[in-house]
């Protein structure tokens, strides 16, 4: 089995109240793992686009962008220079 890894995760739901709640049930059986201490972080409200963080295996990533308006975008963490 592959390992999981962070992801920044971008969920497009015009029209629709985007919670915590609603991003767990959309991405309920995927197995993606959310970050209940990041999001979510509106991006552009007026087209319903937020994000959260979350890790994935290759196999959850992969059931979770076959959900219409589901991105994954790799999480690069920034080191102080």
Not at 55 to 60: C, E, I, N, Q, T
């Amino acid at each position: 089995m592959a390992a999981a890894e962070r992801y920044i995760i971008q969920v497009e739901r015009p029209g629709e109240r985007i919670d915590m709640a609603s991003i767990r049930v959309l991405l309920g059986d995927t197995g993606v793992e959310l970050d209940a201490d990041y999001g979510p972080v509106p991006v552009n409200p007026k087209l319903g686009r937020y994000v959260v963080r979350g890790l994935a295996s290759p196999d959850a990533r992969a059931r979770a962008e076959a959900i219409p308006g589901v991105r994954f975008f790799a999480e690069v963490r920034q080191e102080p220079a």
